[in-house]
């Protein structure tokens, strides 16, 4: 490598509808941040980026707007997506550099075309001067571990923010596969929704993920858990806090839970019967933060009968084997998907 190609710098990006991960070149993952940005409502300029917006998001007064530029994994405001990409990206800055070189991005696998455009334009826009789009199942698989390339059905199951990718991955391409538009958002607005309905009480969108993330469980727990929530009344609008349970959140919280299982059932009914053999013997590989939905693992078990394995840090898999894809683009250049110039 020459001195000079040494000043510009390889990115891989997952870029979530939750949190967005940047990998580079010799580095690995070096940073893990919200998709979210803050913005100044009459300016229209950025105020915070990641971390610093997630903290003001549900706390604004009128003059700051929060954004989620991503909705359902895919770009909903062009424009925020760009700031947040570029934001993030400077965020990683560490030394002089002249620009991004190669970027690979994973995207959803149910992306139209007229998305990916969007996506590739995104990155073309804040320098990039070459872009590879990746599958996110296909990037999360690599990110694991598995040999994607050999003639071998391996099942994957992505439950992020916004989508759930399931997907049988066999010699470097999805076999079958579904893009589900329900994920841990979907669950995370369950819960605000039944907190209004049981209880009249109002909690905002990160009270509900807190509720998640300790006590929401997909299968019965040995032991049913309780939390303090804290909200406002919707009769006498005034704070107040009620104690929950794990069971009447998993009841809650079932809707979504059995729409991402039934379309992993879905997926194993349209695979073909070698590579459902494949499967049967490896089991499936569940990545992204629902992942850690407590006893998720056990529920589909308990449904598809199949050996679950919950991969090694669920929430940086995506991006790993994206990096993994960027570290060696020749050996991954047929995972890659082609998009159209227009
Ligand atoms: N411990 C946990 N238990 C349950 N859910 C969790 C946990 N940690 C994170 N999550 C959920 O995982 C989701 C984010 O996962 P992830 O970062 O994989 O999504 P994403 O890649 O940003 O979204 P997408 O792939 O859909 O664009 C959020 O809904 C978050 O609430
Ligand atoms: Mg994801």
Wanted: proline letters at 3%; aromatic letters at 4%.
């Amino acid at each position: 490598m020459s001195f000079f190609s040494n000043l510009f710098r390889d990115i891989a990006i997952d870029l979530g509808t939750a949190n967005t991960l940047i990998f580079i070149r010799g580095k690995g993952v070096v940073l893990n941040e919200p998709s979210i940005v803050a913005r100044e409502r009459n300016t229209g300029k950025i105020v915070a980026i990641g971390h610093e917006a997630l903290l003001m998001h549900e706390k604004t007064h009128p003059g700051i707007i929060t954004i989620r530029p991503l909705a359902s994994g895919v770009i909903a405001d062009y424009e925020a997506t760009e700031e947040l990409i570029k934001g993030l990206i400077n965020k990683t800055k560490t030394q002089f550099s002249f620009g991004i070189r190669r970027m690979v991005i994973g995207i959803p696998s149910g992306i139209t075309e007229v998305e990916k455009r969007a996506v590739r334009d995104s990155a073309e826009h804040v320098g990039a001067r070459e872009v590879y789009l990746v599958t996110e199942p296909m990037a999360a698989a690599i990110g694991i571990g598995l040999d994607v390339k050999e003639p071998m059905g391996n099942m994957i199951v992505d439950i992020g923010g916004g989508t759930t990718e399931i997907a049988v991955i066999s010699l470097g391409g999805i076999a079958s596969g579904e893009s589900l538009r329900v994920a841990g958002t979907d669950i995370t607005n369950t819960i605000i929704r039944h907190f209004r309905k049981a209880y009249n009480l109002a909690i905002g969108e990160r009270t509900a993920e807190d509720v998640k993330i300790k006590i929401a469980t997909a299968y019965k727990p040995e032991k049913e858990m309780t939390m303090m929530v804290r909200g406002r009344n919707l009769v006498t609008a005034l704070p107040e806090e009620r104690e929950v349970n794990s069971a009447t959140i998993r009841e809650a919280i079932a809707t979504p839970i059995s729409q991402i299982i039934t379309s992993i059932k879905k997926s194993l009914e349209v695979t073909k019967p070698e590579l459902s053999a494949d499967i049967l013997d490896r089991g499936l590989f569940l990545a992204g933060g629902g992942a850690l939905i407590k006893g998720l693992d056990k529920k589909i078990n308990e449904e598809t009968k199949l050996a679950v394995h919950i991969s090694e840090d669920p929430l940086t898999a995506v991006a790993r084997g994206t990096g993994e894809v960027l570290e060696n683009l020749e050996k991954y250049r047929s995972v890659l998907l082609a998009t159209k110039r227009y």
